[in-house]
Structures are given as structure tokens and as C-alpha cells.
């Protein structure tokens, strides 16, 4: 009798070999009246298994019931390896989309931490000169619903994710351009589900128009942003993406009767109510890929009750479509499209901390801040399977310090 299996399952085959005592790829039994094995691999690269047997009952059974276990094991184990890979698909996925979670919730953070820092400058009675240079570091704890982001079931967990953030920003005088540089670290750790974690460092520079006779007017920019991912502690690459981004946006600043704000170079720390609006392109370089192209709408509303409180919702509105590999034409090219609101609410505890007068001691000591993150991120793919929704919700304790 002879079964032909595909060569990748001559690990088995040694196995068997190993199991009952052939060697070289022949066994025999019972002297001349026992049982022979042999297999070799053909030219098509196929490993052909044959055995014959004229006496020993025994030894038929075992030839018989091998071949058939070797034929049910081989589709099993062919079937293991696809979902190792589409396991390994979707966690690069996962990668991609945690990344993009975790920078609007650090620039909601950010933002907040800037409008209180110019709140403080311009309550300052004596004039201050800005800092070109600032470091930070946040600490979110989330409770995440959906770390793995699976279509249905995924399982919950604590999150936490500790970042630091090194910045430099200059407003040109002699052009109406405003450059900065960022870099940021971050390790995100999942209680439950360790291996949703990972790692990342980016950087990116970013040129804007600013208008330096109004705050309000409409700001194109420009940036580049380059992202690496690892395994947990840094350890081993996972992936790098070079996103390149064109757009625009404004802000409408407004008393607390919602009255617009006259045209001036720093309306923004009078503004009660503030609202905003984003629209950029984006082509994200990514290795491994695939490649594509998003058109993102982000829309905003921020309120300030006080010099402390600030609360802020914005919504990342993106759509997104991939490139379609060489090796894959012909096939459904892949579209995304994402919507993510975001609550922030933010306290600053410097004048608690520092008193009203205490401006040098908390850039002494780092300008503290603790907010509320309330997250959402839907995501609808025309791809089966892609499709899930995530809650995240929790606090983030920052400090900053300028130099």
C-alpha cells in the first residue's frame, strides 16, 4: 500500500521513523515473512510511503494505521500553519491600530498641557519668555475592551502604558512658519493579554503656517513621522512606518456666552469655548506592508471653565485604503474606515500645589496634570473578519517640565 504526503511533513515521518525503530527509511519484521517499509522523495518533490506484508498481523496494523494518521495529520498540520500566519496578520494589524490609538490619546494630553502652560504664561505679571524645549511623561492607566481588537469575544483588559516625550518648537521671526521636532517612547503592557503588548519609538519634524497676527486663521502644515515597533522591553523589530501628511486646520475661539473672539496673536488663553477642525492626507510607508493611503477629518471641541479645568472631545474620522501587493492582484483591495471620539477631561493642580505665585517652583519641579481619557474606535472593513469596536477608559497622570 503507498500514501503520498507534501515534503513538509517529513518531520513526521522521521518521528514515526523514531517511534517504531526504522532506520534509513526502511523497517522489517518477522525475518521473510515480515513486513518492509521504505519512502523516498521524487523528482516533484513528493515523499511517496509504501510497506508490504505477507504474515505478520501485527506489523500490518501498524503500517496500515501510520499511513492513515500520517494522512489525517498532514491537512491538520497544514491548516496549524495558516492560522499561525493569519494570527501573525492580525496582530500586525492590532500594532498598527494601538499605535494610532495611542498618539491621538498623547496629542489630546499634549494639547491640554499646552493651553494651560499659555494660560500661565500670559496670567504672569511680569512677561515671560517661552521655552523652546520640553520634556514630558505620561502615565495612562486604561481599561481596554478589546485589546486584540477581534470581531466578537475579544477579551478585556488593565492597561497601562507609560511614555516620555522629547520636544523642541520655534516660531521663525522673520517668515510666518512655526517648526518643531518630537520623539516619543512609549512600552504598552496588557494584564491580561500579554501578548497584545509591545513597544515604539517615533519621531516627528512638522513645519506650519502661523499667522502671527491671528491665532484663528486658517494653518496648513506639513509633516513627517517615522515609527519603529518592537517586542516587549525593546527587544526584537517588528515593524517600521514612514507616514508622510499634508493638510490643514483651524480654531475658532469664543467668550463664554459662545461670542466669537476678536482677531489677535493669542486669543486662544481668553477662550472659553474652542473649536477646531483638521482635514489631511496621509501615505504611510510600512515594512513589512502593506502600503496605504488615508484621508482623515478631525473635528473639536474644547471647553475651559476655569484656569485649572479643561474638557475636550474631538473625533478622529479616517478612511483608509491599502495598497494590493504585487503577489496579490486580482484580489479585493482592502478599505477601511475608522471613527475614534475622544474625551479628555484635565485638571492642573499647580496652583494647589505651587500657589497662584508658585510659576518657577512648577517648572522647577515638572507643571503636573491628571486627566480622564474616555475613548471609543470603531472600525468597519469591507474585508471579512476586520471589523471590531474597542472601549478605553481610564486616567493619565503627566508632568512637563520646559527648558
Not at 1 to 22: D, E, K, P, Y
Not at 159 to 169: I, N, Q, S, T
Request: no cysteine.
Amino acid at each position: 500500500m503507498g500514501v503520498t504526503l507534501n515534503a513538509s511533513q517529513n518531520n513526521i515521518l522521521s518521528a514515526a521513523r523514531r517511534r517504531f525503530g526504522m532506520a534509513g527509511g526502511r523497517f522489517a519484521e518477522g525475518g521473510t515473512g515480515g513486513v518492509t517499509w521504505s519512502d523516498e522523495t521524487g523528482a516533484s518533490g513528493m515523499l511517496t510511503i509504501s510497506g508490504q506484508s505477507s504474515a505478520n498481523p501485527r506489523a500490518r496494523r501498524i503500517l496500515f494505521g501510520g499511513a492513515i494518521l500520517l494522512a489525517v495529520a498532514a491537512p491538520v498540520s497544514a491548516r496549524s500553519a495558516m492560522a499561525q500566519n493569519s494570527t501573525s496578520e492580525s496582530r500586525a494589524e492590532a500594532q498598527d491600530s494601538r499605535s494610532d490609538r495611542i498618539d491621538e490619546q498623547e496629542d489630546a494630553v499634549d494639547a491640554a498641557q499646552e493651553a494651560a502652560y499659555a494660560r500661565d504664561v500670559a496670567s504672569q505679571p511680569i512677561p515671560i519668555t517661552l521655552r523652546d524645549f520640553t520634556f514630558r511623561a505620561n502615565l495612562p492607566i486604561f481599561y481596554d475592551s478589546n485589546p486584540n481588537e477581534l470581531q466578537s469575544d475579544g477579551p478585556s483588559s488593565m492597561e497601562a502604558d507609560p511614555e516620555a516625550e522629547l520636544g523642541w518648537r520655534k516660531n521663525l521671526q522673520s517668515a510666518p512658519l512655526a517648526f518643531s521636532v518630537r520623539l516619543r517612547a512609549n512600552t504598552d503592557r496588557y494584564g491580561a493579554e500579554p501578548q497584545a503588548g509591545g513597544d515604539q519609538t517615533s519621531a516627528r519634524f512638522m513645519v506650519s503656517y502661523k499667522d502671527k497676527a491671528n491665532d484663528q486663521a486658517w494653518s496648513p502644515f506639513f509633516w513627517y513621522k517615522g515609527t519603529m515597533g518592537f517586542q516587549g522591553t525593546f527587544s526584537t523589530w517588528t515593524y517600521t512606518r514612514n507616514d508622510v501628511v499634508v493638510g490643514l486646520g483651524r480654531v475658532f475661539n469664543f467668550s463664554g456666552n459662545f461670542r466669537g473672539l476678536p482677531i489677535s496673536a493669542n486669543s486662544q488663553v481668553a477662550a472659553v469655548w474652542s473649536l477646531g477642525f483638521r482635514l489631511y492626507v496621509q501615505r504611510r510607508l510600512r515594512v513589512p506592508g502593506p502600503d496605504s493611503v488615508a484621508l482623515y477629518a478631525v473635528p473639536s471641541i474644547t471647553y475651559v471653565p476655569s484656569p485649572n479645568w479643561s474638557v475636550s472631545l474631538l473625533a478622529s474620522i479616517r478612511e483608509r485604503w491599502f495598497d494590493v501587493p504585487p503577489a496579490s492582484a486580482g484580489t479585493t483591495p482592502r478599505r477601511d474606515f475608522e471613527v475614534e471620539p475622544l474625551l479628555t477631561i484635565a485638571y492642573d493642580p499647580s496652583t494647589a500645589l505651587f500657589g497662584s505665585d508658585g510659576f518657577a517652583r512648577q517648572q522647577r519641579f515638572g507643571a503636573p496634570q491628571i486627566a480622564l481619557q474616555i475613548g471609543f474606535e470603531r472600525r468597519s472593513s469591507n474585508l471579512s473578519g476586520k471589523s471590531w469596536n474597542e472601549w478605553t477608559v481610564g486616567p493619565v497622570l503627566s508632568a512637563n517640565w520646559r527648558f
